[in-house]
């Protein structure tokens, strides 16, 4: 009786020590008793991660218990602890420098550098390591933070006072929360606690970063283990040692020339299972340097995670100069794997299953195909030294072995990228104290930090006291004004956005209209939700020098979300260019005709009514059909307005230039010409395919994104001739053929090759006739991929038959950016080649051009030179503006 008293006892006070939480806390420094910022805690028992403040601080709470404790930061070897936990436990804790234990280096400089060996390795087992995890389930900490440390002197002189308050402030925010992630793309956030320096009580996701270093890179990024790697990457190694049994490889990740698509500092790597152990790196960004670390930990089997996350941004644009800093820490880590691929792993590694990990034995039918590939990947993974050659061929026969089990379990891969994102607030998330985030937060708040609260909370305050903040309501004059915002009904399925007279409003200038202006009236919708809506939207705009009131209504239905199927339409008066690619925009138009009396756009007023339906009759097969109608009525110049009277020339007569037209120079009133008064019934389809294109439900709404194959489109148009007093009669189709994808190491490879034909021009009209997409003005907009840069507007326009043919490159390192005064600016070259023959002009018109892309952001300035039959014609510069 006395034994089974003292066995309950124990029990009881076994299941008492459990559920009392006890303290740790402490100060991590270096041997010199320097503090280590951000050095990572990490309890393996627990599955646990914190992280110590950037004055090597660090305190959170865990179940009272007796754990290893084990500390580690970059560049330091990891330290475990064995203790026994009381209420508060303070355990102050030195890290040495990583000793070597091993240096596997050649004296030999003949001999290749062994780091290019274990990244090789490393790249290979990364097809298996990016697929490993199904999903996890953690509790996350995190926390971001913003210090404006510049703010220029003319920023200071011109802003409020009050705003200028608001802009040096800074803030900072921390979010205590549930995580769940499940492969692709579904996670699931439940916010424990919010805490923000200005006042936030939006219920809005956490700032967490799901970024695992396999998956960092694309386009913009060339990642260190990505089979193109060794082209713009040199690999050193710098030392080898030991945490416990486990032997590291530290490796230097050096640029072989500069970019901002790649990265430098230090990746380390697992010996015997090649994954990555810690990441410690930097690189540039448009206006931004940033700094990325991540401390992996073993969380069960041949399974490492990342479990602490820090990034460090400068900023700096205009003469502002801001440090943003983010952390996460990860705790409670509970994995699932893929079976399959942890078999894989362990096969191609010839590694004993480790105990604490299942693995699913793989059926007796699937055994044959895998055992042939995974013979050919075991023998090259298990050899001591693979060659460059070996690396890639590794990774062709991973992709292979993944398509033949895909195809064994018949599964089709589908094209649709889900995102399911849900987000949940505890009742309690924004109302915790002071008192309650001392206890709850796992990383201690730094000096800065703690400032940033204080400076944030007093500025806060000053608004609250502020009159214009006591009155949340807007005045009617102020309502009739600025009035922007939408106005939902209760069961929020209808969405009415009425526009103030100040908002909404779009103008510009022409010679034909003098200056004008178009408001939009307001917007409606009616959106059940299930893929169901229709919205119209009511513009009224005038003209100016011609006196004339445009305007119209756009209407757009869905009836079936999947299929992307829908009537759209359109009803009104515009002014409309005779290029139906209207390559200008109304303020590049407006700039060059006010400044430099350049009025390439020609117009004619249009009456018009549009009605079209769209439907996709497979996903990336789409089927869009429409009957146009519009009256056509001439126009000639009624300004003559410019801002430049230095300049000796007159604006250009309002038709269009091409030798159909000729004769209207002579005589304005001349009828039945191309550009003489007239009706136009037209009836179209275009077919869009693009093979394998992968989408995305969001909003309500199919949005198509990216394929690995090219667009393929046929258009048909066709005029009706006599049916409400239609005077147009013709028969048109085209074919096109692009794409934009990247090729290696080069970012940007876009062509697009079109040809077409009129099988019937009885009665056809300017406006019909098929134009390209000329850029004739030296600032240029709507670039695309079928652009001309020196290509007259209307020249070249054609109602007979025609080809044509673009291709640009576009990539971080071509011609100039070679050059030591440019190879360390974000910029992007491009190299373009264009193409057309039209039967009227029978000759070969070619554009070569080079263009510097991205210049502060949102500019490209390029040259370019036309030749006709080989021979050269013309040249001249362009300025693009993205959005422009």
């Known amino acids: 009786m006395q034994k089974l008293s003292l066995l309950l006892c124990a029990i009881l006070f076994s299941l008492y020590s459990t559920a009392q939480t006890c303290k740790i806390e402490g100060r991590i420094t270096n041997e010199n008793g320097e503090a280590i910022p951000y050095a990572s805690i990490y309890i393996p028992a627990l599955t646990k991660g914190s992280m110590a403040n950037i ?120 979010t205590l929360l549930e995580y769940s992630y499940e492969r692709p793309n579904k996670v699931t956030e439940r916010i424990l606690a919010k805490k923000t320096g200005s006042v936030d009580t939006s219920k809005q996701g956490s700032q967490y970063i799901n970024l695992n270093f396999y998956n960092l890179g694309g386009e913009g990024m060339i990642n260190p283990l990505s089979r193109n790697a060794f082209q713009v990457y040199r690999f050193e190694h710098i030392s080898t040692y030991f945490e416990e049994k486990n032997k590291v490889h530290k490796i230097k990740i050096i640029p072989r020339r500069k970019g901002n698509d790649l990265m430098r500092g230090f990746i380390y790597i697992n010996d015997k299972i090649w994954n990555i152990n810690n990441v410690d790196i930097e690189f540039d960004q448009p206006l931004a340097k940033l700094k990325y670390q991540q401390l992996y930990n073993k969380v069960k089997g041949n399974v490492w995670m990342p479990t602490n996350h820090k990034i460090k941004a400068r900023v700096s644009i205009m003469g502002f100069e801001v440090e943003i800093n983010y952390l996460a820490t990860l705790s409670e880590l509970k994995v699932e794997t893929d079976p399959v691929i942890d078999q894989q792993i362990i096969n191609s590694l010839q590694l004993a299953p480790p105990k604490e990990q299942e693995v699913t034995e793989i059926p007796e039918e699937k055994k044959q195909i895998q055992t042939k590939t995974e013979a050919k990947i075991e023998s090259l993974l298990t050899k001591d030294k693979i060659s460059k050659t070996e690396s890639l061929k590794l990774i062709r026969l991973i992709k292979k072995q993944e398509r033949e089990i895909e195809k064994q379990q018949g599964s089709a891969k589908s094209l649709e990228i889900v995102r399911e994102h849900k987000v949940e607030y505890a009742d309690s998330a924004l109302t915790n104290n002071d008192s309650l985030w001392q206890k709850r937060r796992d990383v201690p708040l730094s000096e800065q930090e703690i400032s940033i609260y204080v400076s944030r909370d007093s500025l806060e305050t000053e608004k609250r006291g502020d009159t214009v903040y006591n009155d949340p309501n807007q005045s009617v004059f102020s309502k009739i004004l600025y009035f922007n915002r939408p106005l939902n009904s209760k069961n929020k399925n209808i969405r009415f956005q009425p526009k103030g007279l100040t908002k909404g409003i779009t103008g510009g200038f022409n010679t034909v209209d003098g200056y004008w202006f178009r408001k939009e009236l307001f917007h409606y919708e009616w959106n059940n939700r299930k893929g169901r809506m229709y919205s119209f939207t009511p513009s009224l705009g005038y003209t100016l020098a011609r006196k004339t009131f445009i305007g119209g209504i756009d209407y757009k239905s869905q009836y079936n979300l999947e299929r992307r199927a829908g009537f759209y339409g359109s009803i009104g008066r515009e ?225 007979e038959e025609y080809l044509e043919g673009h291709l640009t490159l576009e990539d971080n390192r071509l011609l100039l950016k070679r050059l030591p005064l440019l190879n360390q600016k974000n910029l992007t070259e491009s190299i373009h080649v264009n193409y057309l023959r039209v039967k009227h002009i029978n000759t070969n018109y070619t554009e070569v051009g080079y263009s510097l892309n991205r210049l502060f952001l949102l500019v490209n300035v390029g040259v370019y030179a036309a030749f006709e039959d080989q021979e050269f014609s013309t040249w001249g510069f362009r300025i693009g503006i993205q959005g422009f």
């Open 575 to 799: 002014s409309s260019d005779f290029s139906r690619e209207e390559p200008m925009t109304g303020f590049g138009m407006a700039l060059s005709s006010l400044l430099f009396k350049e009025n390439y756009k020609k117009l004619y007023q249009a009456d018009y009514l549009t009605l079209g339906h769209q439907f996709d009759l497979a996903n990336g097969f789409q089927l869009k059909t429409s009957i146009e109608y519009e009256d056509r009525i001439q126009l000639i110049n009624y300004s003559s307005q410019s801002w430049n009277n230095s300049i000796d020339q007159e604006y250009t007569s309002n038709i269009p230039e091409h030798e159909d037209n000729l004769s209207e120079y002579r005589n304005i009133t001349k009828t039945n010409t191309p550009i003489s008064d007239h009706q136009s019934l037209s009836l179209g389809f275009t077919t869009t395919y693009t093979p394998q294109q992968y989408y995305r439900i969001q909003d309500n709404e199919k949005k198509m994104l990216r394929s690995k194959y090219p667009s393929f489109q046929l258009n048909y148009r066709q005029g009706l001739n006599g049916t409400f007093s239609s005077d147009a009669n013709y028969q048109f189709l085209s074919f096109a053929i692009q794409q934009s994808t990247s090729i290696q190491l080069l970012d940007r490879f876009s062509y697009h090759f079109e040809a077409g034909k009129f099988f019937s021009d009885n009665s056809i009209f300017f406006a019909d006739y098929k134009n390209f997409n000329a850029q004739p003005n030296f600032l240029i907009g709507n670039l695309k991929n079928n652009s001309f840069f020196l290509l007259d507007n209307y020249l070249y326009s054609t109602n």
């Open 55 to 174: 004055d090597g601080e660090y305190s959170f709470s865990v179940p009272c218990n007796s754990y290893q404790i084990q500390f580690q930061s970059l560049g330091y070897g990891k330290k475990a602890v064995e203790t026994n936990l009381e209420e508060v436990t303070e355990i102050n804790v030195q890290l040495a420098v990583t000793s070597v234990q091993i240096r596997e280096i050649s004296v030999d400089p003949s001999q290749e550098d062994p780091a290019y060996n274990y990244i090789r390795k490393a790249t290979a087992m990364a097809e298996y390591y990016k697929k490993q995890i199904k999903s996890y389930q953690c509790n996350l900490y995190v926390r971001s933070f913003y210090n404006p440390e510049k703010i220029p002197w003319l920023a200071k002189k011109l802003v409020p006072e009050e705003d200028l308050k608001e802009m040096s402030t800074g803030d900072i925010s921390e």
